[in-house]
């Protein structure tokens, strides 16, 4: 392989502008990246993976004064990043006001995770970019992590543009580390141990509990889900919110419709903010129209279900 030279740089970072994915090597996985920015490029990404269920994407940031564009760093925060930045650490963070990132990159979350990538071709990326890059590993769903450019290649069968950087160093991904006040926990373990962290940061790292996702919706690792109750039906009841998708009986109840003509790409984009605003209307329940279980459809009918399912 040869390194990028800076023209091919550019003209990644021009793809990634206008919306098109780049796979990029970073010094843990390689990356499928979006401007995290835009919600149509961050959709791609899954379409491209085929993956079928919307998770929260790492967005990947020049330095950590971008990154402080995007979240609220504590003074924890900042010394964590100061200390493991540019590195294989992610860190999770409530987002900041007027951040602009896209809806579906946090899947609907108020917390974004974060990270500084330590390879030359990803900082060159993201600072001819000039964007944020959501990058979740460069594989199609349920395959492995790609630690170098012909796994990619071969992965994707040649349909996305990839800057070779050779074989990834650490080949693992990064450690992710929410911040929760004065205390650091693990998400997930990765390319930097707990240890070391702990050694360096001087306190204890603690490691999440298993099945905290499941058993304490509305807390760290829980994916969003809505206050008022949800449920699948063709029709809304009297008195609940409609989520409504492709041509609809007129209700009148707050109603949002994904997206009237059916288009599940629009649907997919509203999806998050669209819960969001039937859930601040205040109404006790949500019905949400059947949505086809193709394409896009899979991961917006898995969020939906989840949304759905009885919380205890
Ligand atoms: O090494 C890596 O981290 C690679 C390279 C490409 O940088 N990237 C990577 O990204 O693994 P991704 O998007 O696949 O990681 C997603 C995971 C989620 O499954 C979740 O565990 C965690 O990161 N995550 C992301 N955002 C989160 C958030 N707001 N709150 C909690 N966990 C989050
Ligand atoms: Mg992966």
């Known amino acids: 392989m040869t390194a990028p030279d800076q023209k091919e740089i550019e003209d990644a970072a021009a793809l990634l502008r206008h919306g098109r994915l780049v796979a990029f090597p970073t010094e843990t996985v ?3 990246g979006a401007d995290a920015t835009n919600s149509d490029a961050v959709l791609s990404i899954y379409e491209t993976k085929g993956r079928p269920r919307f998770n929260p994407l790492i967005v990947h940031c020049a330095d950590l004064a971008m990154a402080e564009k995007l979240a609220l760093f504590s003074p924890l925060a900042r010394r964590l990043a100061q200390a493991f930045w540019p590195g294989p650490l992610s860190i999770v963070l409530p987002l900041r006001p007027g951040h602009g990132l896209a809806d579906i990159t946090t899947a609907g979350l108020d917390r974004v995770a974060l990270r500084v990538p330590d390879h030359p071709i990803a900082q060159a990326l993201l ?3 000039g964007r944020p890059l959501a990058a979740p590993s460069a594989n199609p769903s349920g395959r492995l992590s790609p630690t170098n450019a012909e796994q990619v290649r071969r992965g994707f069968a040649g349909n996305v543009p990839v800057l070779d950087g050779g074989a990834c160093q650490a080949g693992v991904e990064s450690t992710i ?3 929760d006040g004065d205390r650091l926990i693990q998400l997930r373990a990765g390319a930097l141990s707990r240890d070391e962290i702990g050694k360096v940061m001087n306190m204890a790292v603690e490691r999440a509990a298993k099945g ?4 304490a919706p509305g807390m760290l690792l829980s994916h ?4 008022a109750a949800l449920r699948l039906d063709t029709a809304p009841r009297p ?3 409609w989520l409504a998708f492709g041509p609809s009986a007129p209700f009148e109840g707050i109603t949002r419709n994904l997206s009237s003509g059916g288009d599940l790409r ?3 984009r509203n999806l998050f903010a669209m819960l ?5 209307s205040g109404v006790g329940v949500i019905a949400a129209a059947p949505i086809p279980e193709t394409g896009l459809g899979e991961a917006i009918n898995d969020r939906l279900r989840r949304a759905a399912a009885p919380r205890g």
Request: proline share 4%.
């Open 239 to 241: 008195g609940e919110g």
């Open 127 to 129: 600072r001819a970019s």
């Open 224 to 227: 969003y889900a809505p206050n």
């Open 212 to 215: 905290a996702e499941i058993a």
């Open 30 to 32: 390689y990356g499928l």
């Open 266 to 268: 629009e649907a997919a």
């Open 276 to 280: 969001h605003e039937l859930d601040a």
């Open 177 to 179: 580390i929410a911040v």
